[in-house]
């Protein structure tokens, strides 16, 4: 599971579980950056794409934002990328949105453990590999089969 969590909220939180000694599922990798704000649906994509079998998104406390608005932000984008993730089939549980503050150890232990059972009970992400084991195929195509740009018009190169 990979999480992608703010710099002064969540991962402050984070911090104080780990300080408080609690137990939580270790199978997190935590991806710290300045503010849930900055967290690039993209990014979720390409983590399940590399393997990630769930996500957690997690910031700062509405209206506790160091950068004001970032974390609402993230909200609105992350409301309409749930519901795309959704459309395309994605199963609902592999993604967790969540609000953490840096007193929150308690709940971001919670938070990762709920997550984790949650995509335990599903088993892992195929998604990504789907296409690679039903064509036998690498998704990668290989520069040799790629063909030459044609020339342009003109013959001026």
């Known amino acids: 599971m990979v999480a992608f969590v ?19 599922a270790p199978n997190v990798r935590i991806v710290r950056l300045p503010c849930s704000g900055r967290i690039d649906p993209l990014m979720v994509l390409k ?30 984008r992350f409301a309409i990328f749930h519901d795309l993730l959704q459309f395309f089939g994605f199963e609902e549980d592999r993604l967790t949105f969540s609000w ?19 995509v335990r009970a599903l088993g892992p992400f ?5 296409d690679r084991l039903s064509h036998g195929e690498p998704l990668e195509i290989p520069i040799s089969t790629v063909a030459p740009a044609p020339a342009p018009a003109g013959g001026q190169a």
């Open 6 to 24: 703010c710099n002064w909220c969540t991962y402050t939180g984070a911090d104080l579980a780990g300080t408080s000694r609690l137990t939580m």
């Open 47 to 76: 983590a399940f794409e590399r393997g990630a079998d769930g996500v957690i998104v997690s910031g700062c406390h509405p209206g506790d934002c160091h950068y004001t608005s970032g974390n609402l932000h993230a909200r609105r």
């Open 100 to 118: 953490v503050s840096a007193s929150e150890g308690l709940k971001w232990r919670e938070i990762v453990d709920g997550a984790v059972e949650r």
């Open 126 to 130: 195929e998604g990504f590999r789907y």
